[in-house]
C-alpha cells in the first residue's frame, strides 16, 4: 500500500499529461518554439509561476486564518501545486482537493474549509468582471457590429448589487426555518462573518494575483518575439479571461 500510495499520484500526473497532449498535439507545441526564446520564456514561465504560487498561498492562508481556521502559507504549499495540475482538467475539482486537505490538516469541518474557499472564489470572480469592466470602458470591444461594453456593464452592475445583496442576506436574522437553517449552516459562517470591509480587504490580497494574470500575455509575447501594446493587453485580455470565466 505505502509503494501505491507513492505511484498514484505520479499516475494521475502522466494522466492528466496525457489529455492535455490530446488536446494540443506535441508537434504543434514544438513548431511553435522555431519563434520562441526557450531561455527567456522558461525564466519568466518559471518566475510567474512561483510568484502566483506563493501569493495564492500566503492570500489564502491569510483569509481563512480571519475566519477561524487557523493556517500558515507553507502549510499550502504542497497541496496547492497538486491542485494546480488538477485544476488544468477540472477547476472545480483543484478547489475540492484543496477543501479535502486543509480539512484533514486542520480536522476542521469540511462544510466549514468549503464556505471559505467558495468566498475566495467569488472575490476572484467578482475581480475578474471588475478588470473586464475598466478594459471594456477604455477599450470600446465590438465584436460582429455588437460593442462589447453596454453587455459587460450590466454584468458588472448585476455582479455588485448580487454582493451587496449577499452580504445584507447574512447579516439579516431571518425567522423562516428554511433560511435561517441556510444562515446557520457550517458552510455559510464565512459570508455570514464577512462584511463589507472582509470583502474589500479580501480584494487587496488577492488582487496583485490579478495583476500579474492580466498582464502575463504582454510578456509571454515577449519571448516569441512579438512586441503587443502594453495598454492593450491590459484593457483587452480582462475581457477574454472574463468570456473564459463564466462557462
Known amino acids: 500500500m505505502k509503494y501505491i500510495r507513492h505511484i498514484i499520484p505520479w499516475l494521475i500526473a502522466a494522466g492528466i499529461f496525457y489529455y492535455l497532449f490530446r488536446?494540443?498535439?506535441?508537434?504543434?507545441?514544438?513548431?511553435?518554439?522555431?519563434?520562441?526564446?526557450i531561455p527567456l520564456f522558461c525564466a519568466y514561465a518559471v518566475i510567474y509561476f512561483f510568484y502566483m504560487w506563493f501569493l495564492d498561498c500566503w492570500a489564502l492562508a491569510r483569509i481563512m486564518t480571519r475566519f477561524h481556521i487557523p493556517l500558515r502559507a507553507k502549510d499550502l504549499y504542497?497541496?496547492?501545486f497538486a491542485s494546480y495540475l488538477i485544476m488544468v482538467v477540472n477547476y472545480g475539482a483543484g478547489q475540492a482537493g484543496l477543501a479535502y486537505f486543509i480539512k484533514r490538516l486542520k480536522h476542521a469541518s469540511l462544510s466549514m474549509v468549503v464556505g471559505s474557499i467558495l468566498f475566495v472564489v467569488l472575490i476572484d470572480l467578482y475581480w475578474t468582471i471588475n478588470l473586464a469592466f475598466i478594459g471594456s470602458y477604455f477599450a470600446s470591444p465590438v465584436v460582429r457590429g455588437v460593442p462589447l461594453f453596454p453587455i459587460i456593464g450590466l454584468i458588472w452592475l448585476i455582479a455588485t448589487t448580487l454582493i451587496l445583496l449577499n452580504i445584507a442576506f447574512w447579516k439579516f436574522k431571518a425567522k423562516n426555518r428554511f433560511v435561517k437553517w441556510m444562515q446557520e449552516h457550517p458552510a455559510s459562517m464565512t459570508f455570514r462573518k464577512a462584511g463589507i470591509v472582509d470583502y474589500g480587504w479580501a480584494m487587496l490580497l488577492r488582487l496583485p494575483l490579478h495583476i500579474a494574470l492580466n498582464t502575463a500575455l504582454y510578456f509571454v509575447a515577449w519571448t516569441f518575439g512579438v512586441s503587443v501594446p502594453f495598454w492593450k493587453v491590459?484593457?483587452?485580455?480582462?475581457?477574454?479571461?472574463?468570456t473564459g470565466t463564466i462557462p
Do not use: D, K, M
Request: aromatic content about 12%; hydrophobic content about 50%.
Open 78 to 80: 504542497q497541496v496547492r
Open 234 to 242: 491590459v484593457s483587452s485580455w480582462p475581457i477574454v479571461l472574463l
Open 23 to 37: 488536446q494540443y498535439p506535441l508537434t504543434e507545441l514544438l513548431e511553435a518554439t522555431q519563434f520562441l526564446s
